[in-house]
């Protein structure tokens, strides 16, 4: 058997699944589109029902939309979540949501309520829940290893810390930008056959240099990369790429980004000129 990567990005929207060596499959994030989810859709071509883990990188809408539907519509069975280790804002907010919407309102939910009543309950009957946290070793066998990256405890702490903000004075906004959920992204590395995978989720450059000062041996030099947030500049660390990037004659890295193509135009070229630095840059759909 052999190491699976597929990454899904079509301009809004990121969902990347996980074949294992053994046989075992995982889903990183889960994005939708008019109801349909791209990843899920091609698990079932394959006739995977199981999902040996779901890993959550972080609340934002672009990772997150198609949760619903991986609970609920597609029935497959996830066994275990791996999930950022915070508290947010709209995690709160959900939960009040839920018990007045039982109480008195009738009303469809957005898909974030929808996706933590969903989880909620699955964990309830019996889904193991994980935080994932740097150097924890969330699955192994005698083939592979897959390990946390990030977040750090220090940007966990200062995202929950900022959850009263939202609290403080006056009617709660959820469009005032007291919690970046960025900060509080999960990353994974999975080694296998002596190469190694780095899967960003949407990790900041800040993020980066708090999270490798909490990891236990080096990352790198990798055989595939996919770039954090989009590839944005605000996520690039040059001295973290510098050790990511093959060295080898004849080796190169393979860095693949999934675009962004809402608001802000990711990735930009000045960013995919950062990246081309050190290996080989794919953005889903194209080649750059």
């Known amino acids: 058997m052999s190491l699976e990567i597929h990454v899904f990005g079509p301009g809004y929207g990121e969902s990347i699944l996980v074949g294992l060596p053994d046989g075992s499959w995982g889903l990183v994030d889960c994005f939708s589109s008019s109801g349909v989810s791209m990843a899920l859709d091609y698990l079932v071509s394959r006739g995977i029902g199981t ?3 779901f890993c959550w990188t972080h609340p934002d809408e672009d990772h997150s939309n198609g949760i619903p539907l991986l609970m609920s519509r597609y029935h497959i069975t996830v066994k275990e979540l791996w999930q950022f280790p915070a508290v947010d804002a709209r995690q709160v907010v959900a939960f009040i949501e839920t018990k007045f919407r039982k109480l008195f309102i009738r009303k469809e939910s957005s898909y974030i309520v929808r996706a933590y009543e969903l989880l909620d309950a699955a964990i309830k009957a019996g889904m193991r829940l994980q935080w994932v946290v740097p150097n924890l070793t969330l699955k192994q066998s005698s083939d592979y290893r897959v390990v946390g990256l990030a977040p750090a405890p220090e ?10 903000a939202f609290f403080r004075d006056g009617p709660i906004n959820l469009q005032q930008k007291h919690q970046h959920t960025n900060d509080i992204s999960s990353a994974l590395l999975i080694e296998y056959a002596g190469c190694q995978v780095v899967l960003g989720g949407d990790v900041t450059k800040a993020g980066w240099k708090s999270a490798r000062s909490h990891w236990n ?3 790198g030099p990798c055989l595939l990369v996919k770039a954090s947030h989009h590839g944005s500049e605000g996520s690039y660390s040059e001295e973290i790429w510098r050790e ?3 060295v080898g004659p004849g080796s190169v890295t393979t860095i693949v980004t999934t675009p962004y193509r809402k608001a802000s135009r990711l990735p930009s070229a000045a960013g995919v000129a950062k990246l081309g630095q050190h290996g080989k840059v794919f953005v889903t759909g194209c080649q750059a």
């Not at 940007?155 to 810390?161: D, G, I, L």
């Open 244 to 246: 990511w990037q093959s």
């Open 51 to 53: 999902l040996d883990f």
């Open 155 to 164: 940007e966990v702490h200062r995202f929950t810390s900022s959850l009263g």
């Open 217 to 219: 041996r080096p990352v």
